[in-house]
């Protein structure tokens, strides 16, 4: 409980909590930032470290002078575009080892062949809408490895993901995150952010519940 507590404190607070990392390591923020976009897309172990939340957090920061905009948009894209493909590596090597296997839990060879067809057909608005949603983010390159989609294809996607998603909500923040009711309610609209950012998810297994019924 103290754990699940003092994730919540650190997603629900990050304007306290950037800002003491920030006084604290200085230029070295970025690094720090740099490894936690990382590990939230491309690590399917981490899907619930803050991703939308951050973005807008650090563009908040950067419009105060906290960092320099221009260096946190290509720190941060960097590291969505590196997580996406080590995360598609990963996928793209068990892929193998479950087809061996025949199955592995759920997966098996009719579920890789639905995988690699579907994102042959979608993968690439799949891999560029993903990065606007928790969680989803996270599995849709390892889904895309272990599908066999074209690595070419995958890259192209999935760098005009990242850098839409870092301008999105870096950009919101940047231009939003110091108005002064934003700034008085940091904490609630951080929880918003969060919040509208599940929703798709949650309609979706809305939809799927009602359709298994």
């Known amino acids: 409980m103290d754990l699940v507590s003092g994730f919540l404190d650190i997603v629900l607070n990050l304007d306290k909590h950037l800002g003491a990392l920030i006084q604290q390591f200085g230029v070295w923020t970025y690094l720090i930032l740099f490894l936690v976009i990382f590990c939230e897309t491309g690590l399917v172990a981490t899907p619930f470290l803050p991703g939308d939340s951050l973005l807008f957090t650090a563009g908040a920061f950067a419009a105060s002078g906290a960092f320099d905009p221009l260096w946190l948009f290509i720190t941060l894209s960097a590291a969505a575009v590196l997580g996406d493909s080590v995360n598609y ?95 008085q309610n940091f904490t609630a609209v951080i929880f918003i952010i969060i919040i509208v950012s599940l929703m798709p998810a949650f309609m979706e297994y809305l939809k799927h519940r009602r359709g298994s019924h």
């Open 89 to 183: 590596f990963i996928g793209n090597y068990i892929g193998p080892n479950v087809l061996r296997k025949g199955k592995l839990r759920f997966i098996n060879r009719e579920y890789l062949d639905k995988t690699e067809r579907f994102y042959e057909v979608h993968g690439g608005k799949t891999i560029i809408l993903a990065r606007f949603l928790p969680i989803i983010r996270t599995f849709a390159p390892f889904v895309a490895g272990i599908g066999r989609m074209n690595y070419a294809r995958f890259v192209t996607y999935n760098i005009v993901g990242a850098l839409l998603w870092n301008a999105t909500f870096i950009g919101a923040g940047y231009f939003f995150g110091n108005i002064p009711v934003v700034k």
